[in-house]
């Protein structure tokens, strides 16, 4: 069988490892740069690659063809993939044929990477031979090939999704679901939600689909989709007979028996966190995690790096780093959070974002708009009638130090961008360090 990997990075180059490892002829290929430490694992691996170029004719040669999740599916090479009928799958399709395991696996627009880790928290701290992966740390094929885990907690994108064909989880949950990425689903919401809900389409009986009662659109496609798996709602606005609640600053869950916890014990903060930890919750209970080992876990949960993490306070004014936000109901989030008038870090790469639904909440909690991108206009566009303060950045340094002039003791500087890092930043990761290295620098200063 020949394999095509397309792109040579963290997935792309698992993906090819384990074809590799398996006995399966080959060859990666990538229209960019490959990264020197990912060039090296290809050449030590005696892995054929490309780079910089597509060789149309070997591609379209493939048996089976491993996309990386960062390429369009709109690109010119994946129409003629589709076109020749060559199967076309992403690495957690690929990977997830050559294991055993069960598969808990996370989408949603927001809170995956937190509940992700969450869930692997509990289980790890519940003795479980688990491993984590997806779209954080070590790719999923990777760890197939040279680990041996019963069990993958693994945060999955609408994007992995879309290139599945017998993916089965033992447990999937859908989070929620806001308009995001919407440039890459023709701009038409149902079909970015659609692409979520793969994650259960293959799932039987003996399954499990964790979902999130209060969310509209979730429970509009509900009614619509057969989901053969087991069915098991949360909610932050009703008690439920089966499932996970919140009543009396508790947080429940009731399946064979019951777990209740006090929100002031859990390690995480905001509305939304009581969300993910109910999510995660129903997760380890159907894994027949016990109820001490669930509380200890989620009292002991460190937060995701990027996310709501605070930094530092200089002055009185303390500085959080929310960069994982990178559309408008995640910043929603954390605006909602903030409890100290507000200096908002705002802008990047738009996804068609709609800033409406956080307009109230900008007049309620932000005091100033930083805008920092190489194109802010639409966001000055829409705020500039509410809010007075509004000033445009191209630089993290320049965001950091008008953020910091407009701050006054007891007030917080929100980097919650709503908009994705590619204009000015490698990443989001990138993005978040550089705003750690430069408000740090400022304390310094």
Not at 149 to 170: A, C, G, H, M, T
């Amino acid at each position: 069988m020949k394999i095509v990997v397309l792109g040579g990075g963290e997935s792309g180059v698992g993906a090819a490892y384990l074809a590799k490892k398996k006995g399966l002829n080959v060859f990666l290929s990538d229209k960019g740069a490959i990264k020197s430490e990912y060039k090296n694992q290809l050449i030590e691996a005696e892995i054929e690659f490309e780079e910089e170029q597509h060789d149309e004719a070997r591609i379209l040669e493939a048996d089976w063809v491993i996309k990386s999740p960062g390429i369009p599916k709109k690109a010119d090479i994946i129409f003629k993939i589709n076109q020749k009928g060559i199967r076309l799958s992403s690495e957690i399709e690929f990977a997830a044929e050559f294991t055993q395991a069960k598969i808990i696996a996370i989408t949603g627009s927001n809170g995956k990477t937190t509940t992700t880790s969450l869930i692997y928290h509990i289980l790890k701290n519940d003795d479980m031979n688990v491993g984590l992966a997806g779209n954080i740390g070590t790719s999923f094929a990777r760890q197939v090939a040279d680990e041996n885990f019963d069990y993958y907690v693994l945060e999955v994108s609408s994007f992995q999704l879309d290139d599945i064909q017998n993916f089965r989880p033992f447990i999937s949950l859908l989070l929620n679901l806001s308009q995001d990425h919407l440039d890459q689903y023709n701009y038409n919401y149902e079909d970015y939600a659609m692409a979520k809900f793969r994650i259960a389409e293959n799932q039987e009986n003996d399954n499990f689909f964790i979902y999130n009662k209060d969310d509209e659109m979730s429970m509009n496609l509900l009614e619509q989709l057969a989901i053969r798996a087991k069915k098991i709602p949360f909610s932050l606005k009703e008690k439920l007979s089966e499932g996970g609640f919140y009543h009396n600053d508790k947080i429940v869950v009731k399946m064979e028996d019951e777990f209740s916890m006090k929100i002031a014990e859990l390690s995480l903060v905001g509305n939304h966190n009581i969300a993910n930890s109910l999510a995660a919750s129903i997760a380890s209970k159907i894994l027949n995690i016990s109820n001490e080992s669930i509380r200890t876990a989620l009292m002991t949960f460190q937060a995701v790096e990027h996310r709501l993490e605070q930094i530092a306070q200089i002055d009185g004014v303390t500085f959080i780093n929310d960069s994982k936000a990178t559309n408008v109901n995640a910043a929603y989030f954390a605006l909602e959070s903030m409890n100290q008038p507000t200096v908002w870090i705002v802008g990047g790469v738009d996804k068609g974002n709609d800033y409406a639904e956080i307009e109230n909440l900008v007049k309620r909690k932000v005091k100033a708009i930083v805008c920092l991108g190489l194109d802010n206009q639409k966001i000055i566009d829409f705020f500039k009638d509410k809010k007075e303060l509004i000033y445009s950045t191209s630089s993290m340094e320049e965001a950091v130090r008008v953020s910091k002039l407009l701050a006054e003791e007891n007030d917080t500087v929100l980097l919650s961008p709503c908009c994705a890092s590619f204009d000015l930043f490698d990443n989001y990761e990138d993005r978040g360090n550089q705003f750690k290295n430069q408000v740090l620098k400022k304390a310094i200063d």
